[in-house]
């Protein structure tokens, strides 16, 4: 069964860092763009960074400089290292993964994980 | 950044009637255009792709059309499990964006 299960979110005060976790089963997290969203409490979707298979990545300019995405092969997990975290961060952040050759659209979502910025 | 735009925001509807959402791109998207459906606690989920193409497993009662900078979702007969948010979203150009959603309630 293919599946991304999210990991590491939690209470965490501005100006930290947190890193998530998204470990994939059923399929390579080598073999796809994989991507992350977040969702703020009562909020609308925001895309936030993809890494492609060759590595290269793209940000959202409202995480760019403080975020990092990428992924560990043979764990076959990817990763969203955030830093200098802010109160507007605090959101539920979903791994998911974009389909090959099918208009990188984002066809499988985890369960997401949480991530509050408070002191 | 291209900005996408739903309507209705919301929309209470009965169980067997068709609703009709529209996403409105700010500009042409060609068909980079994709629906979501998200009920209360979950995950999103995705229903149609490149407009039209309906993910495997989705019912046929939900369809997609439009291309450029007009796209709608269709619920041909409203069920129950069918109260939840839906998003657009496009992957023409970076940043990716998604619309603002759309709430549907069974009246």
Redesign the interface.
């Known amino acids: 069964e293919v599946q991304l299960v999210e990991s590491g979110g939690g209470l965490i005060q501005p100006g930290g860092s947190l890193t998530l976790s998204c470990a994939a089963s059923g399929f390579a997290v080598s073999g796809n763009y994989m ?1 992350w ?1 977040r969702q703020a409490p009562g909020k ?4 936030v960074s ?1 890494i492609y298979t060759s590595d290269d990545t ?1 940000y ?2 409202s995480v760019k400089g403080r975020f990092t995405i990428s992924r560990d092969n043979p764990k076959n997990t990817l990763y969203l290292q955030m830093s200098s975290l802010r109160a507007e961060d605090t959101a539920i952040y ?1 791994c998911a993964r974009v ?1 090959l050759a ?6 499988v ?4 994980t949480t991530v509050t910025v408070s002191s | 950044d291209v900005q996408l735009t739903q309507s209705p925001s919301s929309l209470s509807a009965s169980v067997g009637d068709r609703v009709t959402i529209t996403c409105r791109a700010s500009q042409g998207l060609n ?2 255009l ?1 629906w ?1 459906q ?1 009920r209360p606690g ?5 229903l149609i ?2 407009g039209s193409n309906l ?1 495997t497993g989705v019912p046929s009662r939900f369809s997609g059309g439009g291309s450029g900078t007009h796209f709608t979702l269709a619920i041909s007969a409203l069920q129950p499990e069918d109260s939840a948010t839906y ?1 657009c ?1 496009q ?1 023409f150009s ?8 759309t709430k549907v309630d069974i009246k």
């Open positions: 991507s969203v609308g979707l925001e895309w993809i793209q959202a300019d979903y389909a099918s208009w990188d659209v984002m066809d979502w985890g369960q997401g | 068909a980079f994709h979501y998200q979950k995950a999103p989920r995705l792709y490149a993910q998003f979203q992957s970076y940043p990716w964006t998604f619309g603002q959603g």
